[in-house]
Nanobody
Framework: QVQLVESGGGLVHPGGSLRLSCAAS????????MGWYRQAPGKERELVAT???????TYADSVKGRFTISRERTKDTVFLQMEGLKPDDTAVYYC?????????WGQGTQVTVSS
């Protein structure tokens, strides 16, 4: 079993920055991919960014050029640096990890972008 613990959410003004962190612990064999999803009120959960074990990254079109995902393999930790935040980025952000066919989720951290 893998536990994911997120940190770094909060309230920020439009145009501001935040950095999310997610640390994995537990029985970890090989986390093929780690990443971030988000869910805004009344909307479905959507992919924000992922990073494979080989270092390949994927971003949602809405965050390209503003968000950067990075990963520390030795610590099974993933980060999401968010710049130029917009009100539409307001959501609960969930850390995700995949270990073979198994998927794990963090408890979520709230990001609110408001003036």
């Amino acid at each position: 079993q893998v536990q994911l613990v997120e940190s770094g959410g909060g309230l920020v003004h439009p145009g501001g920055s935040l950095r999310l962190s997610c640390a994995a612990s537990g029985i970890i064999s090989n986390l093929n991919a780690m990443g971030w999803y988000r869910q805004a009120p009344g909307k479905e959960r959507e992919l924000v960014a992922t990073c494979t074990i080989e270092g390949s990254t994927t971003y949602a079109d809405s965050v390209k050029g503003r968000f950067t995902i990075s990963r520390e393999r030795t610590k099974d930790t993933v980060f999401l640096q968010m710049e130029g935040l917009k009100p539409d980025d307001t959501a609960v952000y969930y850390c995700h990890a995949q270990d073979g066919p198994l998927h794990f989720w963090g408890q979520g951290t709230q990001v609110t972008v408001s003036s």
